[in-house]
């Protein structure tokens, strides 16, 4: 029975195929609030449009038959749900939390609404690249398994950091951030940064939301998301608004995730609860780490709301 | 006189009562109509749970003379009593199938004792005698289809481990992982069901993540008790596992994958209660029953199904159908080496000690806690 079973390396293996599996709607999410963020404005919907993107996407691989087209679709979704909050935030004295709490409960409703029809039908998928080709263990081979969004998000994290110190656009987001006034005394509307920003935010959420759907775990359902807009919106936070950090934390995200079933599948049978728990653990455990009573969030943009 | 003991529900309740008063006189010179509701925890398309309930709802919905009402997703909080009273009062149900396992205590109960003209009829809980009378509790049981799916498994797997993902170790939960188990034993002696619990009754990613460590495992043929299989069948196939299905017929997600499952048969049981209340002998307030009831069924066998396991999962069955046949007897130890069923002695279905289960058999790698 030994030939087929790999026994306790299914822990390390599952962590690693968990963090290359379940990362991705975590990094795509991540990055798109991290470009919101640093331009001084804070979307809470991603977790709506986390979901809108895995059911537009979904319908539209459904009835064009191109999942790449559904990617795309996904895409626009969250980009006119970026629109839609910036467009809402950008009237006088209102409360970006507020519309963002409020658009998570608008795209998750929509998105149920809309989706009904879509729990049955099977559709197309995205392809995987396989990079576990040297090795003879199936084990590894589905592991290595890799979604090309995956390769893109992990490609966008450094993307983003150079553009955020070296390129015009990136100094402009961020002067944006940290004082507004700086940037209209530059004779630039901070109302257009900041649609711009939250609409390729909300783009980056929505391709997010259809690697759920249209990969892994790869069907639409309603308790697909379960959560993790919400988390990744937190992650930025924990990462510092750091693109690297984003992309680092949303690996170890993905690997923690797989922990629990990984350990129970292998005997380690109690406390599953606890493992299951273990991305909430890490969080509040760098964060304890990380903090200090002597200064401010560190790399927080001036401008957001919960700084000011 | 005081104001506040006239709440404002009360208040409502009575006027929709004096309204549905005229709207009953006004249709019973039509037509007798029934109104029958039905009260979903989750989306009624899940492939899962709900859809095997809305399913029974969708025969009812074609017998002429009845008008079926659906809510789905009310959570298992006192939104299922508001539920309740608004599909008695403003819809003018008289029978009511909050499916949910939840909803009974307190929910049901406490509505059933208010209204005592309307018929409750509750799946999976367990109606005693000091329950209103009003109220009944019906269940099937799905083991006695999950031990021929262990069969099946047991003889189309190759490297003798099964996988079973599960949301909670509740009892109906364990008691399917244990049957399950059982019938895999007599295709092959030394097969073993490796648990995995997830933690809640849908969890998508956690339940994809599951799939695949039990298959690094060595697991070939897997299983589920979650709301909605879809994840696990469409994941275990894809990884080129074969699966056994749960609540319906997933064949169509996986047609080379699927070799058999345990499937609820609402569409059967659901014209008969209707039946015995129009003929007046009325519900039972305890109902269950298996295959033989026809309250359960096993899915048709897919094309991976060798002739050796249809003939041996075909001979139980026709058993069940037959006599009846005992899963859970004497000498049963469970997987910590403990006697939890003494030699010569038999829990039949009906065995309420059953319901309480709180082990897992030997042969099953997991634990309860």
Redesign the interface.
């Not at chain 2, 849908?202 to 599951?210: G, N």
């Given at each position: 029975m030994a030939d087929a079973g790999i026994g306790l390396w299914t822990v390390p293996l599952a962590v690693i195929g968990g963090a290359i599996r379940v990362s991705t709607p975590f990094l795509f999410v991540s990055l798109g609030e991290c470009i919101t963020e640093r331009s001084g404005r804070i979307n809470l919907g991603l977790e709506g449009t986390l979901v809108m993107g895995a059911m537009s996407a979904y319908g539209i691989s459904y009835f064009s038959g191109s999942p790449w087209i559904g990617v795309l679709s996904a895409g626009i979704t969250g980009a006119l749900l970026g629109a839609l909050h910036a467009g809402i935030c950008s009237l006088p004295r209102v409360n970006d939390v507020a519309v963002g709490i409020a658009l998570m409960l608008f795209g998750t409703g929509l998105a149920f609404f809309l989706g009904k029809p879509l729990i049955e039908p099977t559709a197309p998928r995205l392809p995987a690249i396989d990079f576990g080709w040297w090795s003879d263990i199936p084990q590894v081979k589905a592991a290595l398994r890799v979604n090309v969004l995956f390769l893109f998000g992990v490609a966008l994290a450094p993307v983003l950091y150079w553009a955020f110190r070296a390129t015009r656009w990136g100094l402009l987001i961020r002067t944006t951030g940290e004082s507004s006034d700086a940037a209209r005394a530059m004779g630039h509307s901070v109302l257009l940064i900041r649609l711009r920003a939250t609409m390729v935010g909300g783009f980056l959420a929505g391709i997010g939301g259809s690697f759920l759907s249209l990969f892994y775990p790869g069907s639409w359902n309603e308790g697909l998301s379960s959560g993790q807009g919400i988390t990744a919106v937190a992650l930025v936070i924990f990462a510092r608004w750091d693109p690297m950090l984003c992309l680092w934390a949303s690996l170890a995200f993905g690997g923690a995730a797989a922990l629990g079933p990984a350990l129970q599948s292998v005997g380690v049978t109690f406390g599953y609860h606890l493992f299951n728990a273990a991305p909430y653990f890490l969080t509040l455990a760098i964060m304890i780490i990380t903090c200090s009573p002597k200064r401010m969030l560190t790399g927080a943009p001036a401008e957001l709301s919960i700084t000011r | 006189m005081d104001f506040s003991s006239i709440s404002r529900r009360r208040l409502l309740q009575g006027s929709a009562a004096l309204t549905l008063g005229t709207a009953l006189g006004a249709r019973s010179a039509a037509a007798a109509d029934t109104t029958i509701g039905f009260i979903y925890v989750?989306?009624r398309?899940?492939?899962g749970y709900n859809q095997a309930h809305a399913a029974g709802a969708a025969v009812l919905k074609k017998m002429p003379g009845l008008k079926v009402i659906e809510e789905e997703k009310v959570p298992e909080t006192d939104a299922v009593e508001k539920t309740m009273e608004s599909m008695i009062n403003l819809d003018g149900a008289t029978l009511l199938f909050p499916t949910s396992f939840g909803y009974y205590n307190p929910h049901v109960k406490k509505t059933a004792s208010k209204y005592p003209k309307v018929r409750f009829e509750h799946c999976g809980g367990l109606w005693t005698d000091k329950d209103p009378k009003n109220a009944g509790s019906y269940f099937g049981y799905i083991d006695e289809a999950q031990y021929i799916a262990g069969i099946v498994a047991g003889h189309t797997s190759?490297?003798?481990?099964l996988g079973f993902v599960a949301a909670k170790p509740i009892p109906q939960v364990l008691r399917n992982i244990n049957a399950f188990t059982l019938g895999a034993r007599l295709a092959n002696p030394k097969a073993t069901t490796?648990?995995?619990?997830?933690?809640d009754w849908?969890?998508?990613?956690?339940?994809?993540?599951?799939t695949?460590?039990?298959?690094?495992?060595?697991v070939?043929v897997l299983t589920c008790h979650v709301?909605?299989p879809?994840?696990m069948v469409?994941?275990a196939a894809?990884?080129g596992a074969f699966v056994c299905g749960y609540h319906v017929n997933q064949a169509p997600?996986a047609p080379k994958a699927y070799l058999t499952g345990a499937e609820w048969n609402w569409e059967a049981l659901y014209p008969k209660f209707v039946k015995m209340m129009a003929s007046g002998e009325g519900i039972p307030n305890f109902y269950r029953g298996g295959l033989k009831e026809e309250i359960v069924k096993v899915s048709p066998y897919g094309p991976a199904v060798s002739e050796t396991a249809r003939k041996h999962a075909d001979e139980v069955k026709a058993k069940f159908m037959a006599t009846g046949l005992t899963i859970f007897k004497g000498p049963l130890v469970d997987n910590k080496g403990k006697t939890v069923i003494a030699a010569g002695t038999e829990r039949g279905q009906k065995d309420p000690e059953l319901e309480k289960m709180d082990y897992l058999v030997e042969g099953v790698?997991?634990?309860t806690?």
């Open positions: - | 989750g989306s398309d899940d492939y190759k490297s003798g481990k490796q648990v995995i619990f997830t933690g849908s969890m998508p990613v956690k339940e994809a993540e599951a695949n460590s039990l298959i690094d495992q060595g070939d709301d909605g879809k994840t469409e994941n894809r990884r997600l790698i997991g634990a806690a």
